[in-house]
């Protein structure tokens, strides 16, 4: 070895030009650099290159009985500087000037590493960049110029997207690729959205390069979206649009300061960044809904003589899901023999006028919004005083039709029967209510049937008899007839009993009958029917955004998932728990509610909680994670329920259970590279510690000047 370095030309041992030429663009001067940044660990392969700011800094790699490396630095067409090192040579360094040629502060310092460069695999030179007044840092940035939330009314629309690609960097990326994804969040199931054309034109649209941006400057890229829900029905829909491009190198956080960054060589890694877009169609029948409109009414009385009014009093409310509109009102009595007064609300040709029969016009509310109510509407049946008929019956109806939002028609009535009776009559009124109106399957009402005596005399022999569809209830509790052999005028007997629902859909509960003699004579009455509707949620999970199947050790992974309620009740107390393994480290959870903990592993379990999803709504939830080692991971679903509307049961969420996300983490084959490097370089020192050891330390060696910079 001491022969062979003997003959090694003095030429090619040391050569360090450092050259001022003039700078053509603007740089920043070191005295007003707030912060500065060391390049670590840098291998440029023969005849590459590489920017550090303005400047281009070119390897080459001769290889012979000297291996030789040279690196140029350029800026623009002048070179600035040339730094060379034989394979004998441990480094070589010198400092580049903001003006090149023309000096100017210092800018940045290279130390080229002649006996850690190589000539294998066609030859890298090894250096530092240290001292720079510039950033090695990559980033690309998603700017949204249209608004991220877009909604019509109309069911269809062609929607044009615009983003900008900004570079937020100090450095410019070998290459950049744009690529978009689509799809349903809620709605219509029928609902589509297709990308139809970009601007500029690409052959595909869905993923395709750009030109990457230089710092600080952008470009605008426009994705024209046809969305459409494909029918009278509400849709909601996403793009989402995201830039991925490459990073050479990795920040060193716990060596970094707030004014000194250490930046290690690190290629082959990409990175991305996202930005979505909501797009709404059909956004008028997003709250349709089913109203349904009820008639609560309360009357003076039922019987009466002669020259009596009977007076009516009632309200309109809205205990559906959706909005009533064109509610029309009418009223009537049959036969048209009593007079029919409307003493409020005021209504133009129409109040305190009498009139016989049914309305010709009816009174009209154009909205009637859901949980809403209408004033009081109140009106009198007035009979003459020349009735020669006694016990006549005269059926006072009230008739309320309405629509929903898209023109579906919708209908209610209660009907009254007025009795002109004899003296000393009994006078029977039957009502049957059930609550609640609204059960979820396996839910219970309780229907209560009350007969009253309205008249002057007991009713005899009085049996009250109700019944119930059995396809949608099964009795639980009490009985449904009752029987008294006596009820005395202003007394009452009740029918009371338990249902419990069995599947979704609207009952119709049919009308009880009450028996009973009158003087002897069989008489029969019926009862008011009721609706009841009978819901059942049905909650479903959609994976939005999961991790790739191949991740690089610190890489940031997303898991992006929607609960949504396609039934047709309320879904209560949704829990969902996910189990991460250990060696992925949880950065955040969003959802209406998130608990996370330590498994005892060492990895977390997640939990998301929503109260409640009302029918046709969704609740989205995220995760957001970044790899910490290598290997093969699973993230599981280990539990996913909902309780009905009523709390009675608990259910699985349909589709949780195939939930499985899994990936594989590996380590760049540059990490690979370094570590063998590092186990060489470790085994040859050993090697050299014992030859010095033996012979001495040369004097060459004793007062070799340390590294800046981290340990390699």
Known sequence: MGNLRAKVPAALIVLALLVSIPASTVVIPASAATKTYDWLDIELANNSEMMVGPFRIVAHVSAGVVNIYMLEVWKEQELCGVFQASNQQEEVQG?????????????????????????????????????????????????????????????????????????????????????????RVEGTENATIELVATLPPVDNPTNFSIPPPKPREGANYTFEFSASA??????????????????????????????????????????????????????????VGVPEVRINLNHSSLTAQPGDQVSFEFTL??????????????????????????????????????????????????????????????????FPEDITIMGSYFNTTILVEWQDKVGKNFQAKVSKVI???????????????????????????????????EGGAPATD?????????????????KTSASVK???????????????????????????????KERDVPQLKYSNTLIIRIVKPAVGLELITSPPSRLIVGDLAEMVFSVSNDGSGQARDIELTLEIPPGIDLLESEGPVTAQERTEEGG??????????????????????????????????????????????????GGADALEVSFLVEVPRSQKIIVTAALIGMVGAVAAASFFAARGMPSRYASRRPRLGLPR
């Open 419 to 453: 009795v002109v009776s004899e003296p000393e009559l009994p006078s029977i009124s039957i009502n049957k209510q059930a609550s609640p109106s609204e059960v979820s399957v396996n839910g219970t009402i309780n229907v209560i049937v009350k007969v009253v005596n």
């Open 95 to 183: 400092v580049i000037k903001a003006y090149c040629r023309e000096g100017g502060p210092a800018v940045f310092e290279v130390h080229l590493y002649g006996t850690e460069s190589t000539t294998a695999d066609g030859g890298k030179a090894k250096f530092d960049i240290k001292n720079s007044v510039y950033s090695p840092e990559t980033k690309l940035r998603l700017h949204p110029v249209t608004p991220t939330q877009l909604v019509f009314n109309q069911t269809s629309a062609v929607v044009d997207l615009t983003v900008t690609v900004m570079n937020e960097g100090s450095g410019t990326p070998k290459w950049a690729r744009l690529t978009t994804a689509y799809g």
């Open 317 to 382: 409310k809205n205990a559906g899901t959706g909005d009533a509109f064109n509610v029309s009102i009418w009223l009537s009595v049959q036969p048209p023999l009593p007079q029919i007064l409307v003493v409020s609300p005021e209504v133009p040709g129409l109040t305190g006028k009498p009139f016989t029969g049914t309305m010709t016009t009816p009174m009209l509310v154009p909205r009637l919004p859901k949980n809403a109510v209408t004033q009081r509407i109140k009106f009198k049946v007035i």
């Open 604 to 653: 977390w379990r997640v939990t998301f909680r929503a109260d409640s999803i009302d029918p046709g709504a969704s609740v989205e939830f995220s995760m957001r994670m970044r790899v910490q080692r290598m290997g093969a991971y699973n993230i599981s679903m280990i539990n996913a329920t909902f309780k009905g509307e009523a709390g009675e049961q608990e259910y699985k969420i």
């Open 462 to 478: 009085v049996t009250v008899t109700d019944s119930f569809p059995e396809e949608y209830f099964e009795l639980v509790q009490g």
């Open 486 to 516: 006596s009820l005395a005028p202003g007394k009452s007997m009740t029918l009371s009993y338990k249902l419990k629902a069995k599947k979704e859909g609207s009952a119709t509960l049919p009308a009880a009958e009450v028996q009973y």
């Open 230 to 287: 494909n029918g009278k029905a509400y849709a909601k829909l996403v793009a989402t649009i995201g830039v991925s491009y490459p990073v050479d190198f990795k920040k060193d956080e716990q060596h970094s300061t707030s004014t000194h960054e250490v930046w290690v060589y690190d290629p082959g890694r990409v990175q991305s960044h996202t930005v979505r877009f909501y797009i709404v169609v059909g956004d008028i029948y997003r709250d």
